[in-house]
């Protein structure tokens, strides 16, 4: 009988510590694409045009792949707007997860790499270029592949951004190479829906998810009575002050509508929509608004 | 065709460039004008006026400043014409680019609208020298138009050619380049409302077999999206069917080719029933 106890208490121990936990796993490619900033061509508060040589750009995004990089599909139409590469996949967990992102390289021409926040890793599984320390993972060269491997530990809830961080590191960020992980606590409810906004800039305009100027950045909708989660990024040099029109939050010190991120910062916002309307989302930063970064978001019955 | 008399004191729509100013600043990390058209022998001076060093190097032509200190100045005086890009080799993300003519002749921005003439600019080499427009006619080049040029050589030409055409400029045996000039067609639209509301788009003059969209405005997208291809009949004409289930703002491009540019309709707006 004893027997029977300590075999039982050893299996009990040898079990998974985090019941329900799951090991989820992605196929990304590091791809050259050509993109287009401003694809209407003109910003209809200003009713500036512009030229194809000042919003066309040729870079690398990462786009996601089936399994075994087979084919490849849309990042993710529904959470960052119909952009297609900008921001990277959404890379969704719970804590808990085991997270493995297997990632090639397409770039003929440079190496590249995928470095994570908010989640655990080993040394190996770091991402970045440090000569004389970092292994393949940060240096993933042109044809080759890596397997990332993570942990979303108890403190891994929110949004979290992942970039390069391989020598080319500073013209890929620059170019769009970068993305989000949304990763959610064990029991908690997923929102209605959920929009990924990314502040950077390129090609000299201010973009959210790659893109500049009303109708261009994405446009992003929900019904009254849905639980709207709002997952907002900064890379890249400059901070931004996010801001919904017609919405507010609750913050450390009581109600907030607008909040500030700077490069490599993230935070998620929740709430339950109750306004009906067409509004605006924003970098309060005027500068940076007027030159494209600003959207719209709209909210029906 | 509208001859018009140069205007003294109105720079040309286009980047060519009258001999007084021909100066290239450098207030940054960049070249200002990043463009410019100069005829052959008129001297162009570049200017430091950045607290760095740079320097002018291109790879054909002939212009190496070698290094300008903050302040300095360097001239060169184009020989040959041609067009050629140059760089500051301490800062290569620093392009510009000097065109050098013979003659410049340069069509301002094209115009978007059908019946608006498009200006034609230039500079000659001296202020007084005779100028003759000529239009290219079954291979043969045509006298249109003539004017003496104004101060600094300048000289414009308005053309509303009926038809796409090329044109060029001379001054004794100096030729310009020839320079295309696009023809705006006029696109009108119709709705029949009948059993099916049906927009009926003509253009003019006929661009009987160009391909054809038709556009419906997306508010949350602030502009025109396509929703339907065609084609301009032999009467040049083409029609579509629309829903009436929904409120939609629509209108006709007839798309460019063959030397003529999108046409554009007004919009119309159909309501549902």
């Known amino acids: 009988m004893a027997r029977v106890l300590l075999l039982f208490g050893l299996f009990v121990l040898a079990a998974p510590a985090s019941a329900g936990a799951a090991v989820r796993e992605y196929w990304v490619g590091a791809v050259p694409t050509t993109w287009n900033v401003i694809p209407n061509g003109h910003d209809p508060m200003t009713h500036t045009v512009f030229p194809a040589a000042e919003r066309i750009a040729h870079t690398v995004l990462y786009r996601r792949f089936t399994r075994g990089w087979r084919s490849q599909f849309r990042n993710d139409r529904e959470v960052s707007g119909d952009n297609d590469g900008i921001p990277g996949p959404l890379l969704r967990a719970r804590v808990g997860d085991t997270i493995l992102v297997h990632f090639r390289n397409f770039d003929p021409a440079r190496s590249h790499s995928m470095h994570f926040h908010g989640v655990s890793y080993a040394e190996a599984s770091d991402g970045s270029y440090v000569p004389g320390f970092s292994g393949p993972g940060g240096n993933v060269r042109p044809g080759k592949t890596f397997t990332y491997r993570l942990q979303a530990g108890p403190n891994a809830a929110g949004v979290w951004s992942y970039h390069d961080h391989s020598p080319s590191m500073h013209a890929s960020i620059s170019g769009g190479l970068y993305g989000a992980l949304s990763i959610l606590g064990r029991r908690e409810q997923r929102p209605d829906r959920e929009f990924v906004v990314v502040f950077s800039s390129l090609m000299g305009h201010q973009t959210i998810n790659g893109r500049a100027y009303l109708g261009n950045t994405p446009v992003f909708h929900a019904k009254v009575g849905e639980v709207v989660q709002w997952d907002v990024l900064a890379i890249g040099e400059e901070h931004h002050t996010f801001h919904v029109h017609g919405h507010r939050w609750v913050g450390p010190e009581g109600g907030v509508d607008v909040r500030t991120l700077g490069p490599a910062e993230s935070f998620r916002v929740r709430w339950r929509e109750d306004a009906p309307g067409a509004w605006l989302y924003h970098c309060h930063v005027e500068g940076h608004m007027g030159h494209g970064m600003i959207g719209l978001y709209r909210v029906s019955r | ?273």
């Open chain 2, 1 to 273: 065709m509208l001859p018009v008399a140069d205007m003294p004191g109105t720079p040309p729509h286009g980047p060519a460039a009258p001999a007084a100013t021909n100066v290239i600043s450098m207030p940054g990390k960049a070249f200002a004008p990043r463009d410019l058209a100069v005829l052959i022998g008129q001297p162009v001076t570049w200017r430091n006026d950045d607290t760095s060093t740079h320097d002018i190097l291109s790879r054909s032509g002939g212009i190496e400043s070698g290094f300008l200190g903050p302040g300095a100045s360097y001239v060169f005086t184009p020989s040959v014409g041609g067009v050629f890009p140059y760089i500051c080799t301490i800062h290569p993300q620093m392009q510009g680019r000097l065109r050098v003519y013979g003659l410049a002749l340069e069509a301002a921005a094209a115009p978007r609208l059908p019946g608006r003439p498009t200006v034609l600019s230039g500079v000659a080499p001296a202020a007084g020298d005779e100028v003759v427009l000529t239009r290219l006619e079954a291979g043969v080049w045509v006298p249109d138009a003539r004017i003496r040029a104004g101060g600094g050589g300048r000289f414009t030409f308005a053309v509303l050619p009926a038809t796409p055409s090329t044109y060029r400029a001379e001054v004794g045996d100096r030729v310009s380049d020839g320079v295309a000039v696009r023809v705006v067609p006029r696109v009108t639209l119709r709705v029949r409302r009948g059993a099916k509301v049906v927009l009926e788009a003509t253009a003019t003059p006929s661009r009987a077999g160009a391909r054809v969209r038709l556009e419906r405005y997306v508010r949350e997208r602030f502009t025109w999206v396509p929703v339907r291809a065609g084609r301009l009949d032999e009467r040049s004409r083409v029609t579509f069917a629309v829903r009436t289930t929904v409120r939609q703002r629509l209108r006709v491009r007839v798309l460019a080719s063959r030397g003529y540019a999108d046409g554009r309709s007004a919009p119309v707006v159909v309501r549902p029933r």
